[in-house]
């Protein structure tokens, strides 16, 4: 799966704030995501993240 930094990634099950979108601030063995709905944070096992995922929306690049 290829995921870069800044990339919004829209998992199966949404957040309790109601959102299903996170932004992607680190990655590694695992990835700290920020939800878009509140700005929570977390940090999440690769492996995890990578299963929950239902769409990955690119940043943009090159601007």
């Known amino acids: 799966m290829d995921v870069q930094v800044g990339d919004i990634l829209k ?8 959102s299903k979108e996170w932004e ?4 590694g063995a695992d990835f700290r995501l920020k ?5 929570h944070q977390i940090m ?3 492996r995890q993240a990578e299963k ?5 929306i ?6």
């Open 11 to 18: 998992l199966k099950k949404q957040h309790p704030c109601g």
């Open 24 to 27: 992607v601030l680190r990655i």
């Open 35 to 39: 939800c878009c709905g509140c700005g």
């Open 44 to 46: 999440i096992a690769r």
């Open 52 to 56: 929950n995922v239902k769409e990955i």
């Open 58 to 63: 690119p940043a943009r690049r090159g601007m």
